[in-house]
Each structure stands twice: as C-alpha cells, then as structure tokens.
C-alpha cells in the first residue's frame, strides 16, 4: 500500500534524524491532530529528506538555513542536535552561521549562535 | 596591508563565482557608494566567503536557501549561475527547492523553480 | 461626536472577542502610551473589525492566518481564545492551521499547532 | 491505488479553482520537475485542498491572507482570480485587504489593493 | 467634524511629502475601495505622520528602514523621493542603506542602493 | 595596522552603547566563535556604526525600526537601552513604535511597546 510506504519512509528518517526524547516531544501533534502528524511524517519525512539525490547532511544544510533565516529558533535547536547526530560538526554549523550574517543580518545569526553554542556545552563532559 | 589583503580575497571569490558579465552588472553600485561597495567585496566575499571551513559549494547551498526563503529572487538568480558555474547540477538546484518546500511553503519554491527553469533553459543548445 | 463612535464601537468589538481578563492584560499598553491604546481601539476594533462586510469569524479566518504566516504567535494563542468565543470549531482552528503548513511551510504550523493544542486542553474539564 | 487517488483529488480541486489558462500556465513546472510537479498536485491540492472540513471559499480566505502576509503577489494574482471563480465577491476581496491592512501594514495592503483593481477591472464589459 | 479634521490634517502631510504626480498615482486606490483610501489618507497620514512629536525627516528615518526590512521596494521608491522632497540628502540615504545591511543582510541593502541610485540620476542635470 | 583600528573603532562604539552589563552578556557569542565575535566588533560596530555621516541616535533609529519590523525583540530590548543610553527619549521611542504600526501592522508594535514599557519602569525610582 503506497500510503504505508510514505509513512514508513518517512519514520525511518526520522530515525535517523532525531531521538528517541525529541521524537517522543513531537507526539504532542499527533494527539492534536492525527491527521496533521500524517502529513508531516509521509509529506514532511518521507517525500521530502527520503528522497535520494542528497545525503541528510545536505539536507541538514538547507534545513539549518531556512530555520534561521524564518526566525524558527525553536526548530533550529531540534535540528542542530539532529545535524550533530547525523555527522555535522560543530565547525561546520558554527560556520553555517557565520555565512548567514551577510545574508539575514547580524541579530537572527547573533541568537542562531548563542543557541548554539548552548546545545555544543551538553555535549561536552 | 590588511584591509587590502580582505579586498583582494574577495575579489578572487567573486572571479570564482561570477562571470564577467555579472560582475560589471554588480558595479553600479560601486558608482553609487564606493563605501558600501568596498563592504560587499571585502565583507561579504573576503571575510564570509573567504573562509577556508566551508567549500563554495557548500556555501552556495546556504546562499540559494536563505535568498528563497527570504524571497530575494533577483539576488537567487544570480546565485543560480554562480552555482552552475562552480560546479552544482541542475538536479541538486531542484532538490534543493524542493526540500525548501515543506520549510518555506510552496508559494516561494514554485517561484524559484521558474527561476530555475529559466536559467537551466539558457544552459541548453 | 465622531471620534467617540469610533472608540466605542472598537470597544464593543472587543468586548465580543475578548474575555475580561484577556481586555485587562491589554490595558498596560494604555498606561505605556494612552494615544497608542486609542489607535489600536479606535482604528484596530472599531474602523477594521466593525465594518459590517464580513463577520467576525470571517476576520478571525484572517486574523488567525496572518499572525500565523508572520510568527507573532503571542497574538496568535490571544486570537485562538477569541475564535473559539465567538463560535469557532477546534476543527476549524486545526484544518485552518493545516492549510497553512503547504503556504508557510512545517516550521510555523507546527508550533501554531502546539499552542492550539495548549489551549484546547484548558477547555476541557 | 492510494497514489493515483491523491493526485486524481488535486487535479479535480484544481478544475474548480483555476481556468484552463491559468493551469496550462502552471505547467511548465512540470517540465522543470515532474517529481515537484506531483508533489504540488497531490499533496498541495490533493491532501489539503481536498479536504472535508472547510469550504474552498474558506480555505482562499486563508491563501489570500497568507500570500498578501508573505508578500507572494504573483501567487496572490492567480488566487484572486481563484477566488473569483468560485464564488468570493469583489467586496469581500476588498474587505478581507482592509482587515489585513492592521496587521501586516499598509504597504503590502495597498500592493495588494491595487493588483486586485487591476484584476476586477478585466472582469468588467 | 472630527473626521474631516483627521482626512484634512492627512492631505497637508501628504501634499508636503508627495509631488502631485505621486499623489495622483496613489489615487487609483481611492476608485477601488474609498473607504481603504480615507483610512490611508486618515489613519495613516492624519494620525500618524500628522503627530507633533517627530519631524517628517525622522519619521521617513523609520519608514525607508521598515520598507527596506520588509523589502516593499515599490512603497521604498515613492518614500525615498519624499525623503529628498522634504530635505534628506542622498548622503543621508546612502547612509541608512549602509546601516541596514548589518541588520538585515546584504541581499535586501544592494537592492535598495540599486533603487536609490537610479533615482538620484534621475535628480541630476 | 588596520584590522586592530577596526576593532578598536568598533569597541568604542560599543562602550558608547552599552553598559558592562550588556557587554559582558555578548561576550558568551565570543568564547563559541572568536571570529564571529570578530566581525560583529570590527564590521558591525565598527565599519557601520563606526562612520561619520550619521550620529548614533540616527543610527538608533534605523536599528530599532529594523529590529521592530522582523520581530528580533530580544535585541530590540538591548537597543531600547542603548537609544536611552545615549540620548534618546522615551516619548521618542514610543513614537517610533507608533509610526511602525502603520507599517508592519499592529502585532508586532503592540509587542514592542509592551518591551518599551517594561523597560521604562526599570528607570523609574
């Protein structure tokens, strides 16, 4: 059944993308609307990061950029600890950012940084 | 001396990144504000792009995303020829919208993808 | 006296949308700036939301996307209480929400759908 | 076939908003990318337009109010036509501007204005 | 009357800052919807710009950065020939620009320099 | 040498506007990003701010318009007690507050002026 098949496309990444704790912080969606939670893991995960012409890392990229350019900060914090937990280094986000300023201003990279570097301290000891 | 040294790093980036004919284009505005001029070449191309962490490949994936997401066409077109010419396809371009998508809405990738399409068409025989 | 229609009948608009306590949470804006707090009566409640053309719910379709597509969700969760006051579905609130997400992208429907959520719930027993 | 049923509901939904010129216009983004083409069509038309639990004319209050928020004003020309077609008055056209005018600001309300005057006047002898 | 007062304080505003060639391309508005066009001339001109407390050339400081941030470069165009109507230098302009660019990026400031400087030709012998 | 001018230029500036106690709260941006850090200093505060043909409280104006107009109101809280630091009034930031709402819409003033006054009580005796 192709439905299926989305949603458990869809599942797998965000397997691979998140926790089991972030995962679990999602859940609150589906109680609200099951219908919405449908779309977000067939549309959101399975056609969209399942497709294969690029690694999660790039993904990540994009995904990483749209959220700090658009002010999500919210997700921008679930996506960091997403792209750290697919192989991105904090180099890599760090200079993200930095590429960023010239294109969004200084005060959303400013905030994208301090965020940052919050979630880089509890991967330390 | 330093503040030439920025100048000149930026100036290599922008012959990596723009053809000719772009880059006289891009003058007018150092007719306009040499200042501000001097920022964008020595800023934003030799202090950001400059950078050794990220490839300009990469750096185009944040450039292309922000200009979509903040629907900042005119600069994406340009950005799309300097992706083709330092060597991004046309398909990871595709991907790439697509992925913003689900982030942006599709008002704006449906946009870009004419864009994209535009510019692929001039690249054909 | 023309001025005074004005101001009362935004007044009366928002004693139609808003509980006493959402109207007394609003007055510190009076003490900030009594002219600003006349604007937003006279202007905001009385010459936008007092036309007869539309509804209330039908601005409220309105209100509720815009601040949604912007992220001013402080406004959004004072705008869902009032939906719901004069005469919104959760339904609706969740299907309007859902409509968005393919224009604006998962990011902001997302969390306009967690505070929906929230706000549901405190209308339960 | 779950698939085909997604995509054969966006193609009836889009029968019911757009003329035939309208839709032939959006083609070529099918020949930009099948895949994006498919995703617009059943997901966007299909999955949320083709919903039960709001009218069309319901869900264009939304379109309108989003695409005149984000600034989208060549997809706001096609959905004003949209709107048109299935029922929506000039005047409500008009008033849903009004009402948007407090909230996202007059610039993008007058843009919006006056693309709307531009479309009214072609439905006129 | 109080709202003749308020119409009337708004036309004296808008004939200090308007040419009478602007103003007549603004009155295609009034032909759409007369009761948006009073609020225009009412709210926005009468109750706003019409307050002792700023002078003109500090209240269009506010709105070239609101319409250059917010990219409405159609409405910055029209403010940017007010601006030099009612005094500001084509320094001071330039120099506005030039402050943006931290705050909101590259992309948004170049496109504005560029409108800047075609209207200053357009000023000279 | 000209990169510590710069740097120099823009550590002044910083002083002029801010107290220890905000700067020492930016510093957390400089122990994640030393280069970050870098550029907000020489290229922010001092290529930008640093210039002569405006004063600060120009500068003031255009930073707390931008800042308003994309919603950034964490740093729209720091720079609120920059304006007053420097000079600024608080009858003068409540106007520009007023003149922005006709711009971007009430949501995102009504939020300010609740910042402002929050602010201005922590003035008071």
Redesign the interface.
């Given at each position: 059944?192709?439905?299926n098949n989305r949603y458990e496309k869809g599942t797998q990444v965000m397997e691979e993308l998140f926790s089991q704790e972030v995962q679990s912080g999602m859940r609150?969606?589906q109680?609200?609307?099951p219908?919405?939670w449908d779309?977000?893991v067939s549309?959101?995960f399975g056609?969209?990061?399942g497709?294969n012409?690029?690694t999660l890392v790039?993904?990540e990229?994009?995904?990483l950029?749209?959220?700090?350019?658009?002010?999500?900060f919210?997700?921008l914090k679930v996506h960091i600890h997403a792209s750290l937990r697919i192989g991105m280094t904090q180099?890599?986000i760090?200079?993200?950012?930095?590429?960023?300023?010239?294109?969004?201003?200084?005060?959303?990279?400013?905030?994208a940084?301090?965020i940052?570097?919050e979630i880089?301290k509890t991967y330390e000891k």
């Open positions: 059944m192709e439905t609150h969606i109680e609200i609307s219908d919405f779309m977000i549309f959101g056609d969209l990061y497709r012409a690029l790039q993904r990229y994009i995904t950029t749209t959220l700090l350019t658009q002010g999500a919210d997700q180099e890599e760090i200079e993200l950012i930095i590429q960023c300023a010239g294109y969004v201003g200084f005060p959303k990279a400013v905030q940084m301090g940052a570097g880089f």
